[in-house]
T-cell receptor, first 115, second 110 residues
Framework: AQKITQTQPGMFVQEKEAVTLDCTYD???????LFWYKQPSSGEMIFLIY??????QNATEGRYSLNFQKARKSANLVISASQLGDSAMYFC????????????FGSGTKLNVKP | NAGVTQTPKFQVLKTGQSMTLQCAQD?????MYWYRQDPGMGLRLIYY???????DKGEVPNGYNVSRLNKREFSLRLESAAPSQTSVYFC?????????FGSGTRLTVV
């Protein structure tokens, strides 16, 4: 079974609007971490936001917030007030427990911000 | 600037050739990782090193070897390159709540 599922291969959003990128995960561990990374066309991987499984509050970092719904096993990324520079691939990832080798990535969502 | 440095950025190899991808980090982290990214897919773990002197296989280790030279450096070697190893390779380091990635090596095997 897929550990991380991103069901939106591509999305469009109008500049200045908010957008939600979906991510669901599969784990039986009680302790895990959820991450979002941005990959612009230049290719580097940029860390955006982290949510721990025991964190009760949704994580926020500037215009990024993570909508964490533990019972549904979802960790959606919300980008508020989209900017042209937000156009990129976005990857959801999960670390199971504290295992170095149990870090899984989804297949990504390509976001295009339209002026 | 603190971070992860990978060399080279681009490489074209012929089938059967060997090469080593270099990675160095100046963030003083114990763990380092090598990932590959294929078109339309997320990153998959090739090998990792939890600390200096240790290395372990990840999800897709076949055809690769690694060396953790010291705390800063972690290299990935392709002994006999195959077209299936055409990919973008990322080195990373970090702790549990966030990894820092290098800028990637785009490798083509013809």
């Amino acid at each position: 079974a897929q550990k991380i599922t991103q069901t939106q291969p591509g999305m469009f959003v109008q500049e200045k609007e908010a957008v939600t990128l979906d991510c669901t995960y599969d784990t039986s561990d009680q302790s895990y971490g959820l991450f979002w990374y941005k990959q612009p066309s230049s290719g580097e991987m940029i860390f955006l936001i982290y949510q721990g499984s025991y964190d009760e509050q949704n994580a926020t970092e500037g215009r990024y917030s993570l909508n964490f719904q533990k019972a549904r096993k979802s960790a959606n990324l919300v980008i508020s007030a989209s900017q042209l520079g937000d156009s990129a691939m976005y990857f959801c990832a999960m670390r199971e427990g504290h295992n170095f080798n149990k870090f899984y990535f989804g297949s990504g969502t390509k976001l295009n911000v339209k002026p | 600037n603190a971070g992860v440095t990978q060399t080279p950025k681009f490489q074209v190899l012929k089938t059967g050739q060997s090469m080593t991808l270099q990675c160095a980090q100046d963030m003083n982290h114990n763990s380092m990782y090598w990932y590959r990214q294929d078109p339309g897919m997320g990153l998959r773990l090739i090998y990792y090193s939890a600390s200096e002197g240790t290395t372990d296989k990840g999800e897709v280790p076949n055809g690769y070897n690694v060396s953790r030279l010291n705390k800063r450096e972690f290299s990935l070697r392709l002994e006999s390159a195959a077209p299936s190893q055409t990919s973008v390779y990322f080195c990373a380091t970090g702790v549990g709540y966030g990894y820092t990635f290098g800028s990637g090596t785009r490798l083509t095997v013809v």
